[in-house]
């Protein structure tokens, strides 16, 4: 019989690493899928005229933008990949034995909030 001398502990601490964590996954993801997409589009297929001038014309970008799923996707664009961003580099500095506690930590994720409320500012603004 094999017995385990390890203690449950029924009381954890709370802790607000699912939250980084859960915007770190988003990021990496919209940055996985939807970003390869939105450069070959814009800048290659468009460029090379495989997609037509029109398609891209000012005020169907400008429509785009303005509804409410064209907003949803440039604040994505902008503030998804920018959490990811700065939570790997919070914790590769950690990584590099280069600890900034919990200073770093504000700083990585103020700078990936800043970006996410100027991009909501930017959407706001058109």
Known sequence: MVTNNYKVNKTP???DEPIWWG???AGGTWFAMITPVTVLVLG???PLGIIDAEALSYERVSNF????IGALFIIGTLALPMWHAMHRLHHGMHDLKIHAGV???IGCYFF???I???SIIFILMI
């Open 65 to 68: 933008t303005t509804s409410i």
């Open 103 to 105: 200073v770093g930590k």
């Open 112 to 114: 990936a909030a800043m």
């Open 116 to 118: 996410s409320v100027l």
């Open 13 to 15: 601490s709370r802790s």
């Open 44 to 46: 290659i297929l468009a």
């Open 23 to 25: 915007l770190f996954g």
